[in-house]
C-alpha cells in the first residue's frame, strides 16, 4: 500500500484526521481510509456505523466520501457508535467510488481532481439509545425509523476535511490520435507521401 496522505477537518468541536491510501482515481477505485474522530464537545455524540458512500461532482470534480448518515433509513436503522467528550476513536474502512466517465476521450476532457471526506454525527444521543452499541448491524423497525426521522435530521451536524489532491488514471487522450481531431483529418506523415 502506498503511504497515506492526511486530511484534517474541525467543525462545531468535532474533528476528523484522516489518512487515505493512494493517490489515483479511476472510473472504479477503492480507497482505503484511516481516520480518527475526536469529540471536543461536553456531551456525548454519535456516528452511524455504515458502508461509506462516495459521490462524485463533475462541477468540482470532487470526490466527497461521506461516512455516518445525515438521514435514518425508510426501515433499516443503523447502530450508532459513541464517541464521550473529550474521547477520540480511530476507525478504518475502505470507500468504492464509481465515476461515471466519458465515452469520448478528449484532451479538452476535465477529469476528477480531487478527494474530501465528510462525517454525520448527531449532536444529541438520548433520542437514539436503542441504537448506540447494539450487536446487530442494522434494526428493521419501519415505526422507530418514521418515529426518530425528524429529531435525526434536526440533530445531524457535520465535518468536512480539506480536499487532497488525486491524479486521474482513467483512459486519457493522445494528442496525436486521429479520432481527437477534426472529422476527417489524419495524423501527418514523416517523409513523402
Known amino acids: ?9 474541525t467543525e462545531n468541536d468535532v474533528r476528523i484526521d484522516a489518512e487515505v491510501y ?31 458512500d462516495a459521490t462524485y461532482d463533475p462541477e468540482t470534480l470532487m ?6 448518515t445525515e438521514v435514518p433509513g425508510e426501515a433499516f436503522l443503523p447502530r450508532l457508535i459513541p464517541i464521550a467528550s473529550g474521547e477520540k476513536k480511530t476507525f478504518n474502512t475502505a470507500a468504492r467510488v464509481t465515476i461515471a466517465a466519458s465515452a469520448s476521450v478528449s484532451p479538452w476532457q476535465r477529469h476528477p481532481n480531487a478527494v474530501r471526506i465528510r462525517v454525520n ?23 422507530l425509523a418514521d418515529a426518530l426521522f425528524p429529531k435525526w435530521v434536526e440533530d445531524n451536524e457535520t465535518v ?3 480536499s487532497l489532491p488525486m491524479h486521474w488514471a482513467g483512459a486519457t487522450a493522445d494528442s496525436f490520435s ?8 489524419t495524423t501527418p506523415r514523416k517523409g513523402r507521401h
Open 160 to 162: 468536512t476535511t480539506n
Open 121 to 143: 454525527f448527531l449532536s444529541d444521543p438520548s433520542p437514539f439509545q436503542q441504537l448506540v452499541s447494539i450487536k446487530e448491524n442494522v434494526v428493521a423497525d419501519k415505526q
Open 178 to 185: 486521429p479520432s481527437n481531431g477534426p472529422q476527417g483529418t
Open 63 to 68: 470526490v466527497t466520501i461521506t461516512i455516518g
Open 22 to 52: 493512494g493517490d489515483k482515481l479511476n472510473t472504479t477505485t477503492t480507497l482505503p481510509i484511516r481516520y480518527d474522530i475526536t469529540n471536543n464537545r461536553s456531551s456525548q455524540i454519535l456516528i452511524a456505523d455504515i458502508i461509506p
Open 1 to 9: 500500500m502506498r503511504e497515506a496522505r492526511r486530511v484534517v477537518g
